[in-house]
């Protein structure tokens, strides 16, 4: 079956613009996560939605970061006035049920540069 | 709070040497431990995980790990390498308190030699 995709697979933008993120998990999976993978700081969790409960945004980096789930499916993840330090890939990942043990799978990333 | 250590950050073997990949986690309660690949230009997936059970777990492509409780530790092993090991390989944790999200090691790359 299919699996998590996010788009677009690369964004190149200029310090100071708005840009957005977008992940579609797999299809049933109830649980939607935001990693974000960078030189300086390795894998970090970002925010994580579980069916309708309000999301776990414990792990963004600051109030540039917002992220909306639709419908319980598609997510974007918003980062306004964009950084040099933003620049990163970030990863979506999807479990069935959002329990711990669960596995997560991951798309593919957003490769974002910000000059 | 949850942290996880990969010691070695790139290890270089021939085909057919024995792999042997460190992690310790520092966290006082109950965790799912999970191993991920990422080969070059593909996305991460799961080796094999942990979360109850036998300690010693089997996952793909003969990879296997153990849960060493007192050591805190989930050391990712295969007994013979092949060139198309060549990844980066992240140990992560969930705690069995708090959020749910993965915590990941750095990361090791491995680079096997043909």
């Known amino acids: 079956g299919a699996g998590v995709s996010q788009s677009p697979s690369n964004k190149v933008t200029e310090k100071g613009k708005d840009v957005e993120l977008r992940c579609d998990p797999i299809?049933?999976?109830?649980?939607l996560y935001w990693y974000r993978q960078s030189l300086g700081q390795g894998l970090e969790f970002l925010i994580y939605?579980?069916?309708?409960?309000?999301?776990?945004k414990s792990g963004l980096p600051s109030d540039r970061f917002s992220a909306e789930r639709t419908g319980g499916s598609v997510s974007t993840l918003t980062i306004q006035r964009t950084q040099q330090e933003d620049s990163a890939v970030y990863l979506c990942?999807?479990?069935?049920?959002?329990?711990?043990?669960?596995?997560?799978?991951f798309g593919p990333g957003t490769r974002l540069l910000v000059l | 709070a949850q942290s996880v250590s990969q010691h070695n950050h790139h290890v270089i073997l021939s085909e057919a040497a024995s792999l042997e990949l460190g992690c310790n986690y520092s966290?006082?309660?109950?965790?799912?431990l999970f191993w991920y690949v990422q080969y070059p230009g593909q996305h991460l997936q799961l080796l094999l995980k942990?979360?109850?059970?036998?300690?010693l777990v089997k996952g793909i492509k003969g990879f296997e790990a153990e849960f060493i409780k007192s050591k805190f530790s989930f050391n990712l092993r295969k007994p013979s390498v092949q060139w198309s090991d060549t990844a980066e390989y992240f140990c992560?944790?969930?705690?069995?308190?708090?959020?749910?999200?993965?915590?990941f090691g750095t990361g090791t790359r491995l680079t096997v030699i043909p």
């Open positions: 990942a999807s479990s069935l049920g959002g329990a711990r043990e669960e596995t997560q799978y």
């Open positions: 942990y979360f109850s059970g036998d300690p």
């Open positions: 966290y006082g309660g109950t965790v799912n």
């Open positions: 992560a944790v969930t705690a069995q308190t708090g959020a749910n999200n993965l915590f």
């Open positions: 299809s049933g999976h109830t649980a």
């Open positions: 939605f579980q069916g309708n409960s309000a999301p776990d």
